[in-house]
Structure formats: C-alpha cells, structure tokens
C-alpha cells in the first residue's frame, strides 16, 4: 500500500458539475482529491480487505441471529422495546439487505482491523462506484496509470445484481432521502440507477413528503402507496419518530430492513468480541459502562474479558457513542491521555463503546481509513478516506485507488 502522486485530469471539476457531483469541493477544501491515488497489490486486495470483508458480514449476521433473540442485547443495542418483535420478526423472515460499508484501519501490513460498519445508511456509495471507476479509467487512457493496472470495484454492477435478486423485475421502488443533501441525494440517484438497470422502476421521494394515507399505507408527494421503500434515514431514528407506530402495520418493505437496526450501532463492536474473541480482524471492545464496573471490582459476563484486554486497552483506545455519525463523539486516548476529540459532540448523551486502538497510517500527514463495501452478502469494492485528524469526518478527502503489482 503506497500513495502515490498522479496529475489531475484536465477539466475534471466540470466533469463533476455535469454528471451531478456537486460537493467535490466542500467547505473550501477538496473532498474528492486526485492529486495523489493509493496503489495496492493484488495480494493486498485480496487476502487483507476482500476475503476478511465477507468473513466480517457473516460474523456480522450471526451477531443479528443473536442479538434479536436476547432481551440483554435488545437492550444494549439501544432498540426500543416496542419494536422489538418487529425487528426480530424481519430477521427470522429473511427479508433481504442491500449494502453496507466497513471501515478498516489497515497500512498494508497484517490484518486490516474493523472500526466500525455502516451497515444502514452509508454514504460515499457515488464517489466510491461511479466516479473513482471514472478517474480510473481517464486515467488508465491517458496513460497516467499503466496498461496493466486495476481498481477494486464492481460495486454498481453487484448492486444492480442485487437489486435483481431481492425484487421482482418492474417493481417500483421508493428512495428517500434530504431532498437539500447533495451527498444523499447523490447516494440514492447511484442506488437507483443500478434498481433501473435490474429492470426496477425508481421514484424519489423527499423523506419530509412520505405521508400516512387513510388506509394507514405510507404514501409519497403524488399519493402513490409506497409497497418497497430505499430509505437513507437510520433505523435509530426511524423507531423513534412519530410515524414509528405506523412502520409494521403499513406493510411497506423497507430496504434496509428492520433488523439492520441491530448492525446500525456501535454496540454490534462488544457483540463481535464476545462472540469472535481475538479474531485477527476484530479489536477488543466493551461497553463503558461495564469497563467501569469492572474497575470498581464488579463482576459481569464481561469482566475477565476486559481483565485480558486491559494492557492494550491502557495503551490506547476509542470512545465513540453507538449512535453517532461522521465520527461525532469520538474520543481518542492513549497512555491515559486525551490526544484527540471529535468536535462534533451532539451524540455524547448515548451509552458509549470503548475500543482499543488501531492507529491509523501516516501518509504525507494524512491517515487514511479504507471503506469496503459490502453488497448482498460480499465485498465488492473500495473506497478511501483520509485527514489530516486521525477522525475521519464528513469534510474528510476521497482518494482514489488503484491495483498494480
């Protein structure tokens, strides 16, 4: 794994602006950055993200087998408990998921090490599938990359493969998003030009025009029922809005799922230790709370684990909310001392997950976080993020990738 200087393509900013990529420049600063492209091995690709990647969604889905059968868990994740049945109901029917996106801490050495997974609304699905397969390949023609060079990314076909699976073909889809958000708006034009493709009809809707209908159907701004509907709104809030009463009987299918409200927060990190101890893909990770009672001298289900992961938890660690988004209220310690905190602190009143730390690589003063996405029920691509803070935010630098070697 290098990073690599490459030259700009000419134009590329008004490329952007045509095809609808309207916050590649955010806050003054680059988000999407193609001054430099990180190069991996095929081996790299291979054995150290895509492989461990699907490994890590099966041990993820067996943690929802799990999770929605224990009221202990139930409780932990953070779901309320009038929806449980309607969670632990999605799951035992099998209703099928779409995508999600790992976050990796890995230098291209030993194993890449889960931060966390977006495993509900994950963004940077367009830069990830569309626009870095075209840098790559206005690269790769114009001779700034070899001949015989290559990019993890089959991202927009394997959804379009999905789509195709989990939906009779010319049925009408729904997604919604902030109709003001650009990048949520760009996250589901990508997801429903692949639905289009698997022979799907596709209608946006803003998420502040579904509204309930007489017969207790949701409904969009044109009164059309909406039977399948491709939401970017996390299940966290959904259970807890005022239509949240109205979400089973409606009988509208929901993508993601119900049951992805157990993968959609961080407290699925001290699931996967317990289950999954000292997989070399996992770090040590527990609730706050229980780390506290154990240093008070209580004991818990929890405790000798945490005893064992003490050391490393002592030299360093993350204290991250499980309900959070683009790395809001993230604290990162090390040797007992606060080194950095995420200025974003409006998630800090929810329960908080500790986690050893996976110290990021430094490449040119940037720290760079790899998400693998996940489609269906394998990775399929790459995409990667880095700052210059060691907290990867919403204003983070997309890089572009590429594999040779």
């Given at each position: 794994?290098?990073?690599?200087?490459?030259?700009?393509?000419?134009g590329?900013?008004?490329?952007?602006?045509?095809?609808?990529?309207?916050f590649a420049?955010?806050?003054?600063?680059?988000?999407?950055?193609?001054?430099?492209?990180?190069?991996?091995?095929l081996?790299?690709?291979?054995?150290?993200i895509?492989?461990?990647?699907?490994?890590?969604?099966?041990m993820?889905?067996?943690?929802?087998?799990?999770?929605?059968?224990?009221?202990?868990w139930?409780?932990?994740?953070?779901?309320?408990?009038?929806?449980?049945?309607?969670?632990?109901?999605?799951w035992?029917?099998?209703?099928?998921?779409?995508?999600?996106?790992?976050?990796?801490?890995?230098?291209?050495?030993?194993?890449?090490?889960?931060?966390?997974?977006?495993?509900d609304?994950?963004?940077?699905?367009?830069?990830?599938?569309?626009?870095?397969?075209l840098?790559?390949?206005?690269?790769?023609?114009?001779?700034?990359?070899?001949?015989?060079?290559?990019?993890?990314?089959t991202?927009?076909?394997?959804?379009?493969?999905?789509?195709?699976?989990?939906?009779?073909?010319?049925?009408?889809?729904?997604?919604?998003?902030?109709?003001?958000?650009?990048?949520?708006?760009?996250?589901?034009?990508?997801?429903?030009?692949?639905?289009?493709?698997?022979?799907?009809?596709?209608?946006?809707?803003a998420?502040?025009?579904?509204g309930?209908?007489?017969?207790?159907q949701?409904a969009?701004?044109?009164?059309?029922?909406?039977?399948?509907?491709?939401?970017?709104?996390?299940?966290?809030d959904?259970?807890?809005d005022?239509?949240?009463?109205?979400?089973q009987?409606?009988q509208?299918?929901?993508?993601?799922?119900?049951?992805?409200?157990?993968?959609?927060?961080?407290g699925?990190?001290?699931?996967?230790?317990q289950?999954f101890?000292?997989?070399?893909?996992?770090?040590?990770?527990?609730?706050?709370?229980?780390?506290?009672?154990?240093?008070?001298?209580?004991?818990?289900?929890?405790?000798?684990?945490?005893?064992r992961a003490?050391?490393?938890?002592?030299?360093?660690?993350?204290?991250?909310?499980?309900?959070?988004?683009?790395g809001?209220?993230?604290?990162?310690?090390?040797?007992?001392?606060?080194?950095?905190?995420a200025?974003?602190?409006?998630?800090?009143?929810?329960?908080?997950?500790?986690?050893?730390?996976?110290?990021?690589?430094?490449?040119?003063?940037?720290?760079?976080?790899l998400?693998?996405?996940?489609v269906?029920?394998?990775?399929?691509?790459l995409?990667v993020?880095e700052?210059?803070?060691?907290?990867?935010?919403?204003l983070?630098?997309?890089?572009?990738?590429f594999?040779?070697?």
């Amino acid at each position: 794994m290098q990073k690599i200087t490459v030259a700009e393509r000419p134009g590329w900013r008004d490329r952007a602006a045509e095809l609808g990529f309207t916050f590649a420049d955010m806050g003054g600063e680059p988000y999407w950055d193609e001054t430099s492209a990180y190069r991996f091995t095929l081996r790299q690709i291979e054995d150290d993200i895509e492989d461990p990647a699907t490994e890590l969604h099966e041990m993820c889905r067996q943690a929802v087998a799990h999770a929605v059968t224990s009221e202990e868990w139930m409780t932990r994740l953070e779901i309320p408990r009038p929806y449980w049945d309607f969670v632990e109901r999605s799951w035992a029917h099998g209703e099928p998921e779409l995508y999600g996106r790992f976050d990796l801490a890995y230098d291209g050495n030993g194993p890449a090490k889960l931060l966390e997974y977006n495993a509900d609304t994950p963004t940077s699905l367009y830069e990830s599938a569309s626009f870095q397969w075209l840098w790559f390949e206005e690269s790769r023609d114009a001779g700034t990359l070899g001949p015989n060079t290559d990019q993890f990314n089959t991202i927009h076909e394997a959804l379009a493969e999905r789509w195709a699976e989990i939906a009779p073909q010319g049925e009408d889809i729904h997604f919604a998003a902030d109709r003001d958000n650009p990048e949520d708006f760009a996250t589901v034009e990508a997801l429903a030009w692949a639905a289009r493709e698997a022979g799907l009809g596709a209608h946006f809707t803003a998420l502040a025009d579904i509204g309930l209908s007489e017969d207790g159907q949701f409904a969009d701004d044109k009164d059309r029922v909406i039977g399948t509907l491709f939401k970017l709104y996390p299940w966290e809030d959904m259970l807890r809005d005022d239509f949240a009463a109205h979400l089973q009987p409606s009988q509208t299918r929901f993508i993601e799922p119900p049951w992805k409200a157990v993968l959609s927060n961080k407290g699925i990190l001290p699931l996967l230790w317990q289950m999954f101890p000292d997989h070399p893909n996992l770090l040590p990770a527990f609730f706050a709370a229980d780390i506290e009672a154990a240093r008070r001298g209580e004991r818990n289900d929890f405790t000798d684990a945490i005893a064992r992961a003490e050391p490393q938890l002592s030299r360093g660690h993350v204290a991250k909310p499980v309900f959070s988004r683009e790395g809001a209220g993230v604290v990162i310690t090390e040797a007992g001392r606060e080194v950095e905190r995420a200025p974003d602190d409006s998630y800090s009143h929810h329960p908080r997950v500790v986690q050893a730390l996976a110290p990021l690589p430094d490449f040119d003063g940037f720290h760079p976080v790899l998400g693998a996405w996940i489609v269906g029920l394998r990775c399929a691509g790459l995409g990667v993020r880095e700052d210059r803070a060691r907290i990867t935010h919403n204003l983070s630098r997309f890089k572009p990738h590429f594999i040779e070697g």
